[in-house]
Structures are given as structure tokens and as C-alpha cells.
């Protein structure tokens, strides 16, 4: 795995990081790895990163787990709407969302209007995989994760159809998908 850039590749991604003049936003499904890709992506553009999910916790003093179980999930809605808003309002860098994020309509239309949304898709199969890596998806602990995956994927596809732009999150080194990201905003500017 290379982990350095070339000077041409480092004149590129400058080239394309002074054209994205808009929050890089990644949108799909738990476990597609936006936090992990979204961190990586961020270097790549030497910009800041924030994962919503974090802000939420940091801004509630609690876990996801936690806001999930003693307030519910529309608190935890609400609470995603407002930080995401104020990420838009910053007008950079790269932000994760949370998985449910984009489902939510003014959540939805906030990333829309203001920054650039990127569909990050892989199948059920490595989502099923990559989510039993850790067990703090609240959402995942009532079920079978498999079933649960399946159902909100169908369900949420119509939302995260609306991202102008998709990449496939596949099994390769996370920083060819990171580049793949970068590929994929720079046709579409
Ligand atoms: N392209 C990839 N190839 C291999 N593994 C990956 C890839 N992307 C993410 N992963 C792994 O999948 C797991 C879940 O990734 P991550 O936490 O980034 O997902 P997420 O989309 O942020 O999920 P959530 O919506 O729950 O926050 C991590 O263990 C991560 O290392
Ligand atoms: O898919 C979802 O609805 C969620 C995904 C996570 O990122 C967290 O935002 C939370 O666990 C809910
Ligand atoms: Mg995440």
C-alpha cells in the first residue's frame, strides 16, 4: 500500500482541493465506512474532518448508545438536524454522517443545499461484516443485524439516491477509495 504522494499527485489533489468550495458530505448506511474513508478523504484535501456522530456526543455529553436509550431516537434526530446545520454553516472540510442522517428531510435538504453529498454504497454482505466489528449501533442491538441492515437499506435507498454523486466502498485499501471519492467530485464539479 503506498502511503506517500507523488509531487504530481500532490499538485493534483491541491488542484482539485481549491475547486470543492463546499462541505465534502459522506451519506449511507452504518458500517460503509464514512467515518473511516471521511477521516482519510480529509488528509488527502489537507482540510478538517468532523464525524456528526461525535459532535452529537461531544454536544450531549453522552454516547449514541446512551442519547438512544435515555431520550430516544428523535431526540437523537433532532439533535443530528442542529449539528449538521452548524457543520453546513462552516462551509468546509469533510464531514461523516451518521448512517440515518440523510433520511431525515431537513437534515436532508440542509446537506443539499449546502454542501456536496457523496453516496458511500457497498453491499449487505460487508455491511453485515464490517458492523460486527463493534457493537455500539444502537439500532443493531435489537435484531438480527443481518435483517436490520436489509430492511434499512431498502428503506433508506430513496434517500440516499438524492446524493449527486455515488462510490462503491469495496474491500480494497481505504486510500484507493478515498481517491475514488476525489475522482468522482472533481467530474462532477
Ligand atoms: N473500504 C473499506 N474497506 C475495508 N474496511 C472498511 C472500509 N471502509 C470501512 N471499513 C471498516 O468498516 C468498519 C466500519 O466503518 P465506519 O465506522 O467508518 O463506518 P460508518 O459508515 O462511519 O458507520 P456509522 O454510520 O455507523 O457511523 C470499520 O472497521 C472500518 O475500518
Ligand atoms: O444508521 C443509523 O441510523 C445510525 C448510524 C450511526 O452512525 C449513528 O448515527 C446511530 O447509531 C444511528
Ligand atoms: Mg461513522
Redesign the pocket.
Known amino acids: 500500500m503506498r502511503h506517500t504522494t507523488s509531487p504530481t499527485e500532490a499538485d493534483d489533489l491541491r488542484a482539485i482541493a481549491r475547486r470543492i468550495k463546499r462541505p465534502v458530505v459522506l451519506v449511507g ?2 458500517g460503509v465506512g464514512k467515518s473511516t474513508i471521511g477521516r482519510r478523504l480529509a488528509g488527502l484535501l489537507q482540510t478538517g474532518f468532523v464525524d456528526a ?1 461525535d459532535a452529537i456526543e461531544d454536544a450531549a455529553q453522552l454516547s ?1 448508545a446512551e442519547i438512544f436509550e435515555r431520550h430516544g431516537e428523535d431526540y ?1 434526530r433532532d439533535g ?1 438536524r442542529r449539528v449538521i446545520a452548524r457543520l453546513m454553516d462552516e462551509g468546509s472540510g469533510v464531514v461523516a454522517t ?4 440523510f433520511c431525515n428531510e431537513q437534515t436532508r435538504a440542509s446537506i443539499l443545499q449546502r454542501g456536496i453529498a457523496v453516496w458511500l454504497d457497498c453491499d449487505i454482505e460487508t455491511l453485515v461484516e464490517r458492523t460486527a466489528r463493534k457493537s455500539h ?3 443493531l442491538q435489537t435484531g438480527d443485524p443481518r435483517e436490520i441492515l436489509t430492511r ?1 437499506h431498502a428503506e433508506r435507498k430513496q434517500f440516499y439516491e438524492q446524493a449527486p454523486i455515488r462510490v462503491v466502498s469495496d474491500d480494497g485499501p481505504h486510500a484507493e477509495t478515498a481517491r475514488d471519492i476525489l475522482e468522482a467530485i472533481d467530474r462532477w464539479l
Open positions: 448506511m452504518m456522530d449514541v437523537f443530528e451518521g448512517g440515518g442522517a449501533r444502537p439500532l434499512l
